[in-house]
């Protein structure tokens, strides 16, 4: 696996995370910090800690 590409192309998505999710979601609700807030939550539980999600080898 190229990891340098799967870092990249994540930092890319994550700074356009929330516009993206905004723009995806705005049909049901235009506020979607809700939404943001309880993916994050559920993230949490399934992954403790985070540093465990993209291991660079």
């Known amino acids: 696996m190229d990891y340098e590409r799967v870092r990249t ?3 890319n ?13 705005a049909f049901f609700d235009s506020n979607t910090r809700y939404l943001q ?3 994050v939550a559920v993230a949490k539980q ?4 985070p540093a465990t999600v993209l291991l660079i080898r």
């Open 46 to 49: 399934l992954v403790p800690d």
């Open 37 to 39: 807030a309880y993916k």
């Open 9 to 11: 192309q994540f930092d």
């Open 13 to 25: 998505l994550a700074e356009t995370y929330s516009k993206v999710t905004s723009n995806q979601h």
